[in-house]
T-cell receptor, first 114, second 118 residues
Framework: KQEVTQIPAALSVPEGENLVLNCSFT??????LQWFRQDPGKGLTSLLL?????REQTSGRLNASLDKSSGRSTLYIAASQPGDSATYLC?????????????FGAGTRLAVHP | EAGVAQSPRYKIIEKRQSVAFWCNPI?????LYWYQQILGQGPKLLIQ????????DSQLPKDRFSAERLKGVDSTLKIQPAKLEDSAVYLC????????????????FGPGTRLTVL
C-alpha cells in the first residue's frame, strides 16, 4: 500500500530564507508526483508536476526534484516571502490501481514571518 | 472560466444527524472526485465518478456515506447518520475528459466544505 510522508510537519522561518520541504513515498511504481499549495479556506493549487522519467521541475522560485528509486522528492523554495505561508502537500499518482488517483501526504505547514 | 463550486462552505451538525454537500464541477469536465481531509492529514479520495458512473469508491464508508452524480454534471455527497469522526473538510475536484494514452489529468479543486460534528 502506497504511503506518503512529509517532513517537517511545520516550519516557521524569517523572510528571505531558502527552504527545503521533504516528501517520501513507499512504492516507487508511480506515474508522476505533484506538489500542491493549500491556503486556509481555499482549494488546492498545483505548483509543480514531475513525471516519473524526470529529475526536476522549476517554476519561478520553486524547484522540485524527484528520485523515484529511493522514493523521495524535495521542494526547494528560494528567498521565501510572507506570501509563501501556506500548507504544502505532496501527492503521487500510482502507475497502477486506478486512473488519475492521487495519494497525498499530510503536508508541511509553512509560516514565513517578516 | 469558472472554477469548481461547492456549497455550503461551512456546516455544523449534531452527531446522528444527516448532511449533504453539493459540488458543481468545471463545465465539460468528465471526471469528478470527492475527498475527505481530516485536520492535520492530507486529502483522502472517497469516490471518483467518470460522467455519471462510479470508477472508484473503495474508501467510501458505504454504511453511512452516499454520493451521486446525476446527468454527469453536479454531484451531492451525503452522510447519514454523521459521527464525530466525520468532522473534516470535504473537497470536490474535477478533471477534463481522459486523453487517449495518458494516465493522468490535472485535477482542479473547489474551496471545500468544512463540516463540524458535535
Amino acid at each position: 500500500k502506497q504511503e506518503v510522508t512529509q517532513i517537517p510537519a511545520a516550519l516557521s522561518v524569517p523572510e528571505g530564507e531558502n527552504l527545503v520541504l521533504n516528501c517520501s513515498f513507499t512504492d516507487s511504481a508511480i506515474y508522476n508526483l505533484q506538489w500542491f499549495r493549500q491556503d486556509p479556506g481555499k482549494g488546492l493549487t498545483s505548483l509543480l508536476l514531475i513525471q516519473s522519467s524526470q529529475r526536476e521541475q522549476t517554476s519561478g522560485r520553486l524547484n522540485a526534484s524527484l528520485d523515484k528509486s529511493s522514493g523521495r522528492s524535495t521542494l526547494y523554495i528560494a528567498a521565501s516571502q510572507p506570501g509563501d505561508s501556506a500548507t504544502y502537500l505532496c501527492a503521487v499518482r500510482p502507475s497502477s490501481g486506478g486512473y488519475n488517483k492521487l495519494i497525498f501526504g499530510a503536508g508541511t505547514r509553512l509560516a514565513v514571518h517578516p | 472560466e469558472a472554477g469548481v463550486a461547492q456549497s455550503p462552505r461551512y456546516k455544523i451538525i449534531e452527531k446522528r444527524q444527516s448532511v449533504a454537500f453539493w459540488c458543481n464541477p468545471i463545465s465539460g469536465h468528465a471526471t469528478l472526485y470527492w475527498y475527505q481531509q481530516i485536520l492535520g492529514q492530507g486529502p483522502k479520495l472517497l469516490i471518483q465518478f467518470q460522467n455519471n458512473g462510479v470508477v472508484d469508491d473503495s474508501q467510501l464508508p458505504k454504511d453511512r456515506f452516499s454520493a451521486e452524480r446525476l446527468k454527469g454534471v453536479d454531484s451531492t455527497l451525503k452522510i447519514q447518520p454523521a459521527k464525530l469522526e466525520d468532522s473534516a473538510v470535504y473537497l470536490c475536484a474535477s478533471s477534463p475528459r481522459r486523453t487517449s494514452g495518458r494516465y493522468d489529468n490535472e485535477q482542479f479543486f473547489g474551496p471545500g466544505t468544512r463540516l463540524t460534528v458535535l
